[in-house]
Structure formats: C-alpha cells, structure tokens
C-alpha cells in the first residue's frame, strides 16, 4: 500500500500531472480530485497539474480549481496519472486512454470492489471517503483552506453528513482537522447536501409516490423512465437524493432506485441499512462501489432489473435467518 513519502516522491518527480475520477462525478470524486490539484497548484508550483471530469454540479462549483477542470482531452501523454475515487479503468470513461499512456498511473480509492490497478495505490475499504484517505497522504502543515474545503465537501457527502455506518472515529478526526482549517461547514453541509430545486422536490414526490415495497416489505424500489425525465425536463443530477429518501422507510432493509439511461437500459443505485451487501450484487452486473451503497447499469424492463435484484438480495436476507 502506497506510503505518504511514496506519494510525495511521486508528485515530486513528475512535471505533468493528470488527476481523474469515475463517470457521472459525485462530491467525493469531486471533492478528492480538486483538493489534490489545489494541493500540487499550492506546493509544487512549477508542475502543470490537469483534472479531468465529466460535467460536476452546479452546487460544486463553489469549490477552488472548479472552473479550470477539462471535459475534454488536451495532451496525450502525461509523467503521472493519478486515479481518484474509481473502482476500475473502465469508470475513467474517455479519460481512461490518459491513465494507458502516462509514465506512472497510482490509484487512490475506498471502493471495496476496487482490486487494485496501477503502478501503486491506496486502497483501503475502511476509509469512509478517498477524501479521507487522500488527506493521510497529504502533509497536514500543507494543507489550505482551499484544499481542506474540497476535502470536507467529499467526506461530507460519502458519509450522508457523518450518519452512515462508514463514518468513523479517523473520519471525525479528519473532519475537525479540516475545520481548523477555516472550512466553512454550514455552507458546505446545507448548499451541497440538503439544498433541493423545487424540480428536485418534484421528482422526489413522484418517486415516493409510485414506489413498491416487495419482500415482506424489507425491500422498496422506484424508478423514473425516460419520458418521465423529458416531460420533467430534468438531468441525472436532478435525482440526487431520491435513494437516500426510499431507504429511511421504516422496515425496509434494501432501497433500490433506476432511471432510464437508454431504451430498456438502467442506471441502477441500491442502499442497505443492515444486512445486505449490495456491492456484492453491483459487482455481478458490472458495477461496484459499497457494501451499504452501491451501482451498476442493468438492461431488460423495470421487471426483469427488479426481478434479478431481489433475487440476490433475498439469498442474503435468507443466510441471516
């Protein structure tokens, strides 16, 4: 596992630095990715330093370096690439023809269906956020209000503002360390997190509205198809927190949310609160993440990803019986 002096030596030897993260960035992928370039902008001026990401939300834009992230290739080839908050090469997207071409590839990252990729890496499942573990890489004395305020942003949005069972006594440590280093908490906690559009508030609703509850109702599940989005006139961002919201519903053990990506195809996001693994169940269909929160793509009707979801799910609930 990758040392804080193995880190730096990296950053110190390279001239050329790309920083990336998965698909569909959310804060901490974000959050890692921007605080590690403000880092290497703040301590390594002489380097050039590129991140590159898909579109962020309009509510992360707040964050230092956000106007300078690239959507699109600039150079091919670059001395380091650094991998942040990604499972495989497959979730870079595009930007996965970076990682293939650089001198050095290290991977940072919490996913515990991560199996490890790169030259290095820092993989650790425990982490609450690879914010947090891309803090134990930094030196503490040189860490900014900019960086620490990135920091904060993706521990605060992995951990569902310090409530999920991934939070621990290290996360809270990290937590009041970037603090002190003048992180604007309130803003960050209620402008990022809670805040919803009332076009969000609508798709919430519509959600709640139509869910179904299967499996002696441990399970709850909705969806939004296409048409639905087109008549909303909304974009996946627009759905964030809908899961989050079927999975406080008393009794439930697994809350599974989709939203039509193509004709019969599906981004599909799961929570558990207790028992279930769902990262195991992710993995089977090609995607990954948490053992309480994971995704995949799936294809077939609603039915047919519902179907094949609780079949899984309900094996787990029948081995803790």
């Not at 804060?27 to 590159?52: H, M």
């Not at 440590?173 to 603090?179: I, K, P, R």
Request: hydrophobic content about 35%; glycine content about 8%.
């Amino acid at each position: 596992m990758m040392t804080k002096r193995k880190f730096n030596e990296y950053l110190e030897r390279a001239n050329t630095i790309a920083i990336s993260g998965h698909m569909r960035p959310d804060g901490d992928c974000t959050g890692s990715s921007l605080a590690l370039a403000q880092y290497i902008r703040d301590n390594f001026s002489e380097k050039q330093v590129d991140v590159y990401l898909e579109p962020i939300r309009d509510t992360f834009l707040f964050l230092p370096g956000s106007e300078l992230i690239l959507h699109e290739i600039k150079e091919e080839f670059y001395d380091l690439f650094i991998c942040c908050d990604c499972g495989d090469i497959e979730r870079l997207g595009a930007f996965g023809k970076l990682y293939e071409k650089a001198k050095y590839r290290i991977c940072i990252d919490h996913h515990i269906s991560n199996d490890g990729f790169g030259d290095d890496s820092r993989i650790d499942p425990t982490g609450s956020s690879t914010c947090e573990l891309l803090y134990g890489l930094m030196e503490s004395e040189k860490v900014t209000k900019e960086t620490a305020t990135a920091l904060y942003l993706g521990i605060v949005h992995d951990t569902g503002v310090f409530k999920h069972s991934n939070t621990t006594k290290t996360t809270m440590m990290v937590a009041g360390d970037l603090l002190e280093k003048g992180v604007d908490n309130s803003y960050i906690i209620d402008e990022t997190f809670y805040a919803k559009t009332y076009l969000q508030n609508q798709l919430l609703g519509r959600a709640l509205m139509e869910s179904e509850r299967l499996l002696d109702k441990k399970v709850i599940f909705s969806f939004i198809s296409r048409e639905m989005m087109e008549f909303y006139g909304c974009a996946p961002s627009d759905l964030d927190g809908i899961i989050d919201q079927l999975r406080i519903t008393k009794g439930v053990e697994v809350a599974i949310f989709l939203y039509e990506t193509a004709l019969h195809e599906y981004k599909v996001s799961m929570r558990s609160n207790r028992i279930v693994d769902v990262s195991k169940i992710a993995k089977l269909y090609g995607g990954g993440g948490h053992i309480k929160a994971s995704g995949c793509t799936m294809t077939g009707t609603v039915h047919d990803v519902i179907n094949n979801l609780t079949e899984h799910i309900e094996k787990q609930l029948e081995a803790e019986e």
